[in-house]
């Protein structure tokens, strides 16, 4: 069976088993039951890169976004908690 | 082609006749609480519920009241049931009150009338109604108290009484109410309003069973429940079944989490919110009826938009919250709080489970779109120009962007309810607002953007005592606003600013319009839960929330853009930087080529290590 | 001679009605034509002089005393968005104010539209965001300059707007409603630098508390403006040149007409003008015979739509909202929906049950029945199913129906799935029909505090006489009428309507309020009225000016209209205490017993003036009546169903041009007149009335 995850992410079954693949390039991201956003490409940017009104989260938040390590699609963006590691890779 | 028709018992025609009608004496009722309704809650933010129950309780029309009060109100006609069947009993034209969080209410200012439906002395159904009273007889003025560590800090709470006794008012207990109350006159008013509604509905279905038979209606009431049901399991059960999650914070002053993971098995829905925090010595907490509410309400807006609200329609949910945590409370945890906090973040992570499920099926991932954890708002309290006391809300909350869809952008501030005219509100409390526009670069980029929430200004003017006092409510979650949506960017968060000794009198002496808050000057501070002074050339800033994105914003059309850089929207910076498009020019035009070839740069950035 | 002509321009037709001194009335039709409605008008008055026996509409028109015309050009330029490229200049800081609406993204709506979250969009704006400009300026509340206009900016802004190429300029400030000097200050400098350029102010058009409504009101007028004054002074020229003498009187959608140059000034009133002749037209009739307590029905192929008379007075709206947005110019209240002869009946593929509309088969391909390839059942081919409708005399014998094609029809789409014969599936689409437009005119006469019973029903368009009396049954309405002039009743509103002005004045008053500021307000207005009615054409004694003010209890939003007893006599203490019982009366009639809260105080927001040119109406001729059963009008039988039989009954059928003024008829009973059908249902009673009206008497 084959159906969308949400947009530019689908699930289809390749020889009996379930694959969350990118719907854009049909990169293979993983096993459906598995968290595809640790196969992302994750970058961890300062809240004003979604805008200059998001400063009031700088120092709490960070935005992080994850896209196709292949094409490059952007599939998911939010803020996260400022952590030391993870400011550092930003 | 044959059908299997849902209804079996009644013929269709009767069922479509019955059934639309029992809609209409819901709204009937609707309408005479708006009418005579004192409050803005009542005429203005449509916060109230007016509904029909079979006569067990179960919830049989709600008309158009919001779902997640419909729910509650499911719990409240069985409290009532409970407690007086086997006391005082339930005798016709009664009317009870009830208010108590702890029983079925989402906080105490939500005061339900509950009256029984006889025909010809017999127990057929109940109608049931409540409004947000403007005051409660709480700590602040207005019935959200900052300041409440207990529920008993919150104002009345009545876990039943009989209000009116075989149609005859007690005025003792009418006076009784009304006078813990800030604003007698007014919650007076919502009372009566209450009582007239119940009094519709009374008539309306007394003249349904004579014209055709209590039986019929009965049997078609019946039916009207199993309707929704079916129809809802069979849609629940055409979408895959999975697991989905997602965690939101409720902020003020500490911070609480709040987990769902809801898990979709054929045609069930389960919602559980293990792991959520303990309840806070704060009013944030949310009743777990009211937990319950807004997940059937994430539902009732996106699976079930077109299906009659009832009883029928909760049987596919089932809700999971620990006792003691945040999204389900034991007393005395404070709750008067809630609905912007608690409720609003229990609302978020419902709704965005209830989206990532939707996104994985063909058939309803249209009804997709990017979710806003809602907004700060502002009471108002003090002497108004007139000479009176007043506690009143400032409606600005009507001015959220909504999210970004998956085939269009959000709306800009149309959250669907209304705000009042400046002028309405100039004429009767002491304020002069200094701009009230569209947030720029507020929306949530994306494919397709989110709509952009409205920001205001405001000072005092004419106030006889030279100031006014304020209340900070509402959403305090910087984080949650408008969340994006699928690679869709979150849209600016609400918030509240209070700036002090700003130079607004100076500005409009030398006549110039004071909309620039950055050329006034002052101290500016966030405002968290909080009350606070509004004198002069104090400016009280309202930001309402912007819609999140949905999807890339580098798949945005590169003509969307440059129409949103037109219309103020959106910034020629933030064009580049987030949409990849050039615009240049005094008038502005879309430049192609450097378009296609930034976007590709932008793509190969993200890649980069 | 000495005619009163009145032209109704419709969608499909235009109508013309004469009316002679004798009080003879002669009917005229041609199609509309909107690449120039002026043609269709010309067109039908050609044709009503025809129908009189005169040459051409020059010696119509050269021999008329007063010439009353409806058109629907405002609607139609806002519907197709030809109105000119529009600007709007508001208040720095507030020009997001139209765009923002208030949040109200779904006013205007219906319920299934509102409950469908994803899907909702806000209309798409009259004036593009980037057409708006700001400028520093500044009122408060009690119309004090706060800040001054800038002209230096004003103008830049002018300039601005007109470099993009619009055509017509809005101006709405804040507070302008106390204190219009900066938006006649703009108005002077736009006179002085752009002298032909259209433009409207907010004080002027819509002198009423609320910046965004206020804003909408000035944007439609500034958009549909230049249309509707070349369009009347076109068509005023053309009938000056067929000999007219008077100016033309034309409808405004508070059921009053106004000269050309006054309608040329406040464009936005002819809005929605065209129901509102109807409903002037039904009060007219309803003086004729009697009835002050009037729910005019219309029902025509797609829509459904209810307004009110009561007490003689036509109910109105003071906020209406058009095209989504909310506007401040009154109107005459009209509810409607979507429910007609071309409502399509549908089985829900999901639930299997039996749905009737919202969708229309539209007037092509129509219903089934009409054989012009329409395939979907509707309401009307259920109507002749059931017998109701003639197969070989529709619309009096002009049109042939196709019954197999619509057996058929119902057959497949709706009868056998539902595994129930035709004729069960024919009347469950005639009850479901029914009962929906029941349950519309029960919520639309509850919002407005009626009941139902206290209302004789009457029933215009094509459809409404096969359903009324079964709708007007359900709400336990005793009498249901069939205007002979139901087919042009817009046409006979034209004829029968005074010139009216509108004037009224924000003002927020809690009572106890002192007569002296009442007055003063009032004088104000009637100041202004009388210069109006004076320049056209009215002398003191012709003139009739009613006060009213909206009124609420205190801290509610819903207000009631109050008017003051007639006269212009100045308002004393006593008349002020009498207007506060009436409020409390009023209130009490429309919510309940004991629903309003005195204690709360009352406020009055607006004073309303009300000011009518009397005109002459023509006299409408009553017949002498003589009772009879009607035997020279039987026509024949055929077979028609009824739900209190559950079967076919044979059943009488008359030809209404052969009835004469006292006929009595007992149901089941079915009259054809050439425009629609009239059913009579088991144990109604239906007479022809002294103007040739048919009563239908229920359950007698």
Redesign the interface.
């Known amino acids: 069976?084959t159906?969308?995850?949400?947009?530019?992410l689908a699930?289809a079954v390749v020889d009996g088993v379930e694959w969350i693949h990118c719907g854009k390039c049909e990169y293979r991201f993983c096993r459906a039951d598995q968290d595809w956003r640790r196969f992302g490409?994750v970058?961890l940017l300062p809240p004003t890169?979604?805008?200059?009104?998001?400063s009031?989260?700088s120092g709490?938040?960070l935005l992080r976004?994850i896209?196709c390590?292949s094409?490059?699609?952007?599939?998911?963006?939010?803020?996260v908690e400022e952590h030391p590691d993870d400011a550092g890779r930003a | 082609m044959a059908v299997n028709p849902i209804v079996s018992s009644v013929d269709p025609i009767t069922f479509e006749i019955l059934s639309h009608r029992l809609y209409q004496i819901a709204k009937e009722m609707g309408t005479a609480l708006e009418r005579v309704g004192g409050t803005v809650n009542t005429t203005q933010m449509h916060d109230y519920m007016a509904s029909l129950y079979l006569a067990n309780g179960d919830v049989l029309s709600a008309g158009d009241s919001m779902g997640w009060h419909v729910a509650c109100a499911g719990f409240a006609v069985k409290r009532i049931i409970e407690r007086f069947e086997n006391s005082s009993g339930i005798n016709p034209d009664d009317i009870f009150l009830l208010n108590d969080p702890y029983l079925a209410a989402i906080h105490q200012s939500d005061v339900y009338m509950i009256s029984p439906i006889h025909f010809r002395g017999k127990l057929m159904g109940w109608s049931a109604t409540f409004v947000h009273v403007m005051d409660i007889g709480a700590m602040s003025p207005g019935g959200n108290s900052p300041g409440a560590t207990e529920i008993c800090h919150e104002g009345i709470r009545i876990p039943g009484i009989k209000l009116v006794d075989r149609g005859e008012l007690r005025k003792d207990l009418f006076d009784a109410f009304i006078n813990m109350t800030r604003q007698p006159v007014m919650v007076g008013l919502d009372l009566k309003c209450e009582i007239a509604a119940n009094n519709v509905a009374k008539s309306r279905m007394q003249a349904l069973f004579e014209q055709f038979g209590p039986e019929l209606v009965t049997a078609v009431s019946q039916e009207m429940l199993h309707y929704s049901e079916t129809i809802l399991r069979k849609r629940i059960a055409e979408i895959p079944d999975g697991t989905w999650s997602d965690s939101g914070s409720i902020q003020a002053g500490d911070t609480w989490k709040v987990y769902v993971t809801l898990n979709k098995k054929d045609d069930r829905l389960f919602f559980d919110f293990t792991g959520s925090s303990p309840q806070a010595k704060k009013g944030i907490n949310l009743p777990y009826h009211a937990t319950f509410g807004a997940c059937y309400e994430a539902i009732l807006c996106t699976l079930a938009y077109d299906l009659p609200k009832n009883h029928g329609a909760l049987k596919a949910i089932e809700v999971v919250a620990p006792p003691g945590t945040v999204v389900n409370p034991t007393p005395p945890a404070p709750v008067s709080l809630n609905t912007t906090s608690g409720g609003a973040t229990v609302k978020f992570v419902a709704n965005s489970a209830i989206m990532q499920m939707l996104a994985t099926s063909e058939k309803w991932r249209g009804e997709v779109m990017a979710l806003n954890a809602g907004h700060r708002l502002a009471r108002h309290a003090g002497v108004n120009q007139h000479g009176k006391y007043y506690v009143s809300t400032l409606s600005e909350g009507a001015l959220d962007g909504t999210g970004g869809r998956s085939y269009k952008d959000g709306d800009d501030t149309g959250r669907g309810l209304s705000c009042h005219n400046i002028e309405w509100l100039e004429a009767n409390f002491p304020l002069l607002y200094l701009f009230r526009r569209n947030t720029k670069g507020g929306a949530g980029a994306g494919k397709f953007r989110g709509g952009t929430g409205g920001e205001s200004a405001l000072t005092v003017h004419d106030a006889p005592e030279g100031k006014i006092k304020g209340v900070a409510l509402g959403v305090a979650g910087l984080r949650n606003s408008g969340q994006g949506m699928f690679g869709g960017y979150p849209g600016a968060p609400s918030l509240l600013m209070l700036t002090e000794g700003a130079r607004v009198e100076e500005t409009i002496a030398e006549n110039n319009s004071p909309d620039q808050l950055a050329e006034l000057g002052g101290t500016s501070k966030l405002l968290p839960y909080c009350e606070f002074d509004i004198g002069k050339n104090d400016v009280l800033y309202m930001r309402m929330s912007s819609g999140g994105g949905y999807g890339d914003p580098l798949e945005r059309e590169p003509e969307r853009v440059l129409n949103d850089v037109e219309a103020g929207i959106v910034s020629h910076e933030e064009a580049r930087e987030i949409y990849g498009v050039v615009i240049d020019g005094a008038v502005p035009t879309l430049d192609v080529a450097a378009t296609q070839k930034l976007r590709a740069d932008l793509k190969r950035e993200r890649l980069r290590a | 001679m000495n005619y009163v002509v009145g032209v109704d321009i419709g969608g499909t037709f235009t109508d013309c009605v004469v009316v002679d001194e004798e009080g003879r009335v002669t009917i005229g039709k041609s199609l509309s034509t909107p690449a120039d409605f002026s043609q269709g008008a010309m067109n039908a008055t050609a044709d009503a002089a025809q129908n009189l026996g005169l040459g051409s509409a020059d010696e119509l028109l050269s021999a008329t005393r007063l010439f009353f015309h409806a058109c629907t050009i405002g609607d139609n330029t806002l519907i197709t968005r030809a109105g000119a490229k529009t600007g709007l200049i508001m208040t720095q800081g507030f020009g997001d104010s139209l765009h923002m609406m208030r949040g109200k993204i779904a006013e205007g709506l219906t319920e299934n539209e509102i409950a469908h979250r994803s899907a909702l969009d806000k209309p798409k704006p009259f004036v593009p965001r980037k057409l708006v400009e700001e400028v520093p300026e500044r009122i408060d509340y009690k119309g004090k300059e706060l800040i001054r206009l800038n002209v230096e900016a004003a103008e830049q802004a002018i300039d601005r707007l007109v470099s993009k190429g619009v055509e017509s300029i809005a101006v709405c400030f804040l507070w302008s409603i106390v204190n219009d000097a900066h938006e006649k200050l703009l108005a002077e400098i736009l006179t002085r630098k752009y002298p032909k350029l259209f433009f409207t102010l907010s004080s002027e058009v819509a002198p009423y508390l609320g910046e965004y409504e206020r804003a909408a009101t000035t944007v439609f007028n500034a958009y549909i403006g230049p249309k509707i004054s070349s369009y009347l002074q076109n068509l005023q020229s053309i009938l000056k040149s067929k000999g007219l003498k008077r100016e033309a009187l034309i409808m405004q959608a508070y059921g009053g007409v106004l000269g050309i140059e006054a309608t040329c000034k406040n464009a936005v009133g002819v809005i929605e003008s065209g129901p509102a002749a109807g409903i002037v037209g039904t009060r007219f009739l309803g003086e004729h015979i009697g009835e002050k307590n009037i729910l005019a029905t219309d029902m025509g192929g797609t829509t459904f739509k209810v307004s009110v008379v009561r007490d003689g007075v036509i109910e109105r709206d003071y906020k209406p909202v058009i095209l989504r947005y909310s506007i401040l110019s009154t109107k005459i209240w009209v509810e409607s929906i979507g429910a007609g002869g071309g409502s399509i009946a549908w089985i829900d593929p999901e639930t299997g049950l039996l749905k009737v509309g919202p969708r229309g088969a539209g007037a092509s391909p129509g219903p089934v029945c009409y054989d012009l390839g329409g395939t979907e059942p509707t309401v009307s081919d259920a109507d002749l199913v059931l017998g109701y409708l003639n197969e070989t005399y529709f619309l009096g014998g002009r049109m042939k129906l196709n019954k197999a094609k619509t057996l058929n029809a119902i057959r497949e789409k709706i009868a056998e799935p539902l595994k129930m014969s035709e004729v069960e599936a024919a009347s469950g689409i005639y009850r479901i029909a029914n009962s929906h437009m029941s349950d519309l005119i029960r919520k639309a006469t509850v919002e407005k505090g009626h009941d139902p019973r206290n209302f004789v029903l009457f029933a215009f368009g094509g459809a409404a006489p096969v359903h009324a009396s079964r709708y007007a049954a359900e709400l336990g309405i005793r009498q249901v009428v069939i205007p002979l002039t139901a087919s042009v009743h817009g046409a006979t509103g034209l004829i029968s309507s005074d010139v009216v002005y509108e004037y009224g004045k924000s003002d927020h008053v809690v009572v106890p309020v002192v007569p002296a500021r009442v007055n003063e307000n009032f004088a104000g207005l009637l100041q202004r009225a009388l210069k109006d009615l004076n320049a056209a054409g009215f002398s003191e004694t012709d003139i009739h000016a009613s006060r009213s003010v909206d009124m609420r209890y205190r801290y509610q939003v819903h207000e009631l209209n109050v008017p003051f007893t007639p006269g212009a006599a100045a308002i004393t203490e006593t008349d002020l205490e009498e207007l506060c019982a009436r409020f409390d009366e009023m209130y009490e009639k429309a919510f309940g017993q004991g629903s309003g809260y005195r204690e709360a105080g009352k406020e009055i927001l607006t004073f309303r003036l009300t000011a009518n040119g009397l005109l002459k109406k023509p006299d409408i001729k009553a017949e002498p009546l003589h009772e009879s059963n009607g035997a020279r009008a039987l026509k024949g039988e055929r077979e028609v169903y009824f739900e209190e039989e559950r079967k076919f009954v044979s059943t009488r059928v008359y030809d209404f041009t052969r009835m004469d003024p006292g006929v009595e008829l007992f149901g089941p009973v079915i009259i054809e007149t050439p425009v629609t059908t009239v059913v009579v249902n088991p144990r109604d009673r239906a007479v022809m009335d002294q103007y040739r009206n048919i009563r239908i008497h229920l359950g007698v």
Request: with cysteine; charged share 25%; proline share 6%.
């Open positions: 069976m159906h969308p995850l949400r947009e530019n699930v490409k970058r890169k979604a805008g200059g009104l998001m009031v989260l709490d938040y976004q896209c390590p094409c490059a699609v952007l599939l998911d963006t939010d803020f």
